[in-house]
């Protein structure tokens, strides 16, 4: 019977780096980051977006405040702007 142990795959070292050529031609060996730390670095961007499409809504619905509808319009494109972009 195999142990425990034996079934465990080991990582190979050198999967955990690819290579970066830059325009220049300089080879650049970057060692990739593991699950853990990809995942809270993308929680952390969501919630950065998410944050300043708040802020940026707040300040168009202020602005919206002594505006009239026509007048709004110019507002409401950068908003959208903004949000999809």
């Known amino acids: 019977m195999a142990t ?3 079934k465990v795959k080991t990582r190979n070292p050198a999967a955990m780096f ?3 050529v830059t325009p220049e031609g300089v080879d650049l060996r970057v060692k990739l980051a593991d ?3 990809r ?3 993308f929680l952390l961007d969501v919630v950065i977006i998410i944050v300043a499409a ?3 809504s707040l300040v168009a619905l202020f602005g919206l405040g002594g505006l009239g509808l026509k007048d ?3 507002l ?3 908003w959208i702007i903004f949000i999809f972009f």
């Open 54 to 56: 708040v802020v940026v």
């Open 76 to 78: 409401f494109i950068v």
């Open 72 to 74: 709004a319009e110019p």
């Open 35 to 37: 699950a853990g730390t």
């Open 39 to 41: 995942a809270s670095g």
């Open 4 to 6: 425990a142990r034996a």
């Open 18 to 20: 690819r290579p970066l």
